[in-house]
């Protein structure tokens, strides 16, 4: 897992950002605390880091199959080829507009 912290002082307070992937969710809880930050406080705050990158490529590639197993039998090779096309992008879009809108 890529991470990178970055340390900044604004106001005589110190903080740490932690910056990851953007299939990261991260939460700082220290950015609220006004308190001193410890070796305890950044393993606590690097523990709530969600990685959500493996879950979506095993339900991505377990859609194709399932979509492509099922497909094949009812439509002809061409038809198939252009459904898998339509409906890949549509997938793909989706996930990017959430996956923006939980950034924000």
């Known amino acids: 897992m890529y991470r990178k912290r970055l340390r900044f002082n604004k106001n005589n307070i110190d903080y740490v950002v932690y910056v990851a992937y953007r299939n990261h969710q991260i939460r ?5 605390r006004g308190g001193p930050i410890t070796h305890r406080s950044q ?23 399932l979509v492509k197993t099922q497909l094949y039998q009812i439509l002809s090779p061409a038809k198939l080829m252009w459904f898998l096309r339509y409906h890949t992008c549509q997938f793909l879009l989706l996930f990017f507009i959430q996956m923006l809108t939980t950034l924000q």
């Open 28 to 32: 700082v809880a220290q950015r609220k």
């Open 43 to 65: 393993d606590r705050n690097l523990a709530l880091i969600k990685e959500k990158a493996f879950h979506f490529f095993f339900l991505f590639f377990s859609w194709l199959l």
